[in-house]
């Protein structure tokens, strides 16, 4: 399933993922999210004292992820009918 931009394979979303504090992020903020535009399978994995708290991703990525988490469940169930 692809939605929007054509050509990000799993391995590219795979290697765009910057990790930052929520300090760092604060102040850049409008910034990182007018670059989605750009880059659009761009994540920021947020982190607080060291330790991994969220992750913050184009709407896009997010589609994405979430269809094939709807396709993976779908796909593991059996119907009456099968």
Do not use: C
């Not at 750009?38 to 992750?55: D, M």
């Not at 589609?63 to 396709?71: C, E, P, T, W």
Request: charged share 20%; no cysteine.
């Amino acid at each position: 399933m692809t939605v929007g931009h054509v050509g990000h394979s799993p391995t590219q979303l795979e290697d765009e993922v910057e990790y930052s504090t929520v300090t760092a992020l604060r102040g850049k903020l409008l910034a990182v999210v007018d670059g989605f535009r750009r880059a659009p399978a761009k994540r920021y994995l947020i982190t607080k004292h060291g330790q991994p708290q969220a992750v913050l991703m184009s709407f896009e990525t997010y589609r994405l992820l979430r269809g094939a988490k709807l396709n993976r469940f779908l796909h593991s169930r059996t119907t009456p009918w099968s």
